[in-house]
């Protein structure tokens, strides 16, 4: 079982990049997830760490990024917040459109939406704020066994 | 563990094994600088044998379609083979499997390359 809260605040650094990969397969393996479930979780936490030091701060020095691990009874809730101007998820092109199946980049939120069960991306002129639960065993929290 | 990568030649074609994890930084950055030395030395025949590659994140999956298409751009041909479930899975989901040619087995793959 993992700890209820845990929290960091990263430099905006490569560095940060694979710590929170690695932070976050130990904690969705202590919450108790098969190992394929945690490659999942680990890759959307790393991907949204990329995109938070890369795209949110761009790599500057004066800016942190946050990462947060809250294990509730049936949900790992990951929030992971950078310090940049803010994204706008409306205007991330659709990576398996035809047209942008080629292109090089644009896939990090596409493979965090595949891996999550709930991604939410709060973007503020502070930054953005990106939310990632995964239900353990696929159950929602409060999700309610049908009765016999 | 980072990446690592060797080349060698079977029949005019250049097999590329790779080993360890195509990611943002240090991982994308070999498989960049790999294929581009080869096509600037005329090896055009290129089979990237990703066998023991075993974790490829979005920058990775951008380096190996910038590694196709600049071989496409150059006259050559570049190939997949030896996908572990993890890659296989990762291009199923990002609709590129068929984009990639794939290969199972290293001989045919071999014979499968323009001659």
Redesign the interface.
């Known amino acids: 079982m993992c700890a209820d809260r845990v929290s960091y605040t990263l430099d905006s650094t ?1 560095e940060t ?1 694979n710590n929170a990969e690695e932070t976050a397969s130990r904690m969705a393996t202590e919450a108790g997830f098969d190992e394929e479930e945690v ?1 999942k979780i680990a ?1 959307a936490v ?2 949204a760490a ?1 995109n938070a030091v ?1 795209h949110g701060n761009a790599y500057d020095p004066n800016k942190k990024v946050t990462l947060a691990f809250e294990c509730t009874a049936g949900d790992l809730v990951i929030v992971i917040r950078d310090q940049g101007k803010g994204l706008d998820a409306s205007k991330i092109p659709d ?2 459109a035809p047209d942008n ?5 644009g ?2 939120i ?2 965090i939406r ?1 891996f999550m069960d709930v991604v939410e991306i709060h973007p503020s002129q502070t930054g953005t704020e990106l939310k990632m639960i995964k239900h353990v065993h696929g159950k929602p929290a409060d999700s309610k066994e049908a009765p016999q | 563990m980072s990446m690592k990568s060797s080349t060698r030649q079977v029949d005019g074609v250049t097999i590329v094994d790779l080993s360890g994890r195509i990611t943002l930084g240090e991982g994308s950055v070999v498989l960049r600088d790999t294929v581009r030395d080869l096509l600037s030395k005329g090896q055009k025949k290129i089979l990237l044998n990703l066998g023991d590659v075993n974790y490829i994140d979005s920058s990775g999956i951008g380096e190996l379609v910038s590694a196709f298409t600049t071989a496409k751009n150059q006259g050559g041909e570049l190939k997949l083979l030896n996908l572990t479930k993890k890659v296989h899975d990762l291009l199923q989901i990002t609709k590129l499997y068929t984009v990639f040619d794939v290969k199972e087995d290293e001989a045919g793959a071999v014979k499968s390359f323009n001659k």
């Open positions: 490569l990049v490659m890759m790393r991907e990329v890369l990576p398996l199946l080629m292109k090089t980049s896939r990090g596409f493979l595949s």
